[in-house]
């Protein structure tokens, strides 16, 4: 049964850092992993979706790893603005047949500005 | 091209009545999936369905919950003689047909928050 994992489950950091939020799932048999956003009270927007076979996608300031092997992928964002505020999920399809998302439970971002 | 629409955005109901909660997926979209959000916990998957096919419903309470995805209109997850634990805010995610799929994420509706009193 794929678990997801995300630490820390709150972060806070002035404005203008660079940060790292961290996402690790159990098996690493996945089919892809999609980086969501969720600010209070709304829905998900997506952010970056990554394939099996990649190791990386970027948008803008935010950079996404994957490393199947160890189970492990980074939401890396760059110049940290306060509208970046907001809860970061991690989701994991893991096969193509399987069609559910297992979600971890997110990090709360706070940017002090 | 509007995205996923749910409604309403607030539902609340009395313990024991019923709760109708509606999905419109993206145009072009014939896949649609059903997450609850419990208060502080993650999503969970619940339900997906094709038009007029119910694909996989594991994450289905066993019962008082049921979802349909006619071949005209909108998914509907219901909620029989509601109780307090089924407070939560509820998320519909739609993708399109299969031969698009493979490089496709979800895209996620902005949730219907139900509260029973």
């Known amino acids: 049964k794929q678990e997801v994992t995300q630490i820390p489950a709150a972060l806070s950091v002035p404005e203008g850092e660079n940060l790292v939020l961290n996402c690790s799932f159990t098996d690493s048999a996945i089919y892809n992993l999609q980086w969501f956003r969720q600010d209070p009270g709304k829905g998900l927007t997506s952010l970056l979706l990554?394939?099996?076979?990649?190791r990386e996608q970027t948008s803008g300031r935010l950079n996404a790893s994957l490393d199947k092997s160890s189970g492990r992928s980074t939401l890396y964002i760059a110049a940290s603005q306060p509208g970046d505020s907001a809860t970061y999920l991690c989701?994991?399809?893991?096969?193509?047949?399987?069609?559910?998302?297992?979600f971890g439970t997110g990090t709360r971002l706070t940017i002090i500005p | 091209n509007a995205g996923v629409m749910q409604n309403p955005r607030h539902l609340v109901r009395r313990r024991g009545q019923e709760a109708r909660l509606r999905c419109s997926p993206m145009k072009g979209h014939s896949h649609v999936y059903w997450y609850r959000q419990l208060p502080e916990e993650g999503l969970k998957f619940m339900v997906y369905l094709q038009k007029e096919n119910i694909i996989d419903e594991s994450g289905m309470p066993k019962e008082r919950f049921s979802a349909e995805f006619p071949k005209e209109g909108p998914s509907i997850l219901r909620i029989q003689q509601v109780v307090r634990g089924d407070s939560a805010a509820y998320f519909c995610?739609?993708?399109?047909?299969?031969?698009?799929?493979?490089?496709?994420?979800?895209?996620f509706g902005s949730g219907t928050r139900l509260t029973v009193v």
């Open positions: 989701a994991v399809r893991s096969n193509f047949g399987n069609e559910k998302l297992t």
């Open positions: 995610a739609s993708s399109p047909p299969n031969q698009d799929r493979a490089n496709y994420g979800y895209t």
């Open positions: 990554i394939q099996s076979s990649q």
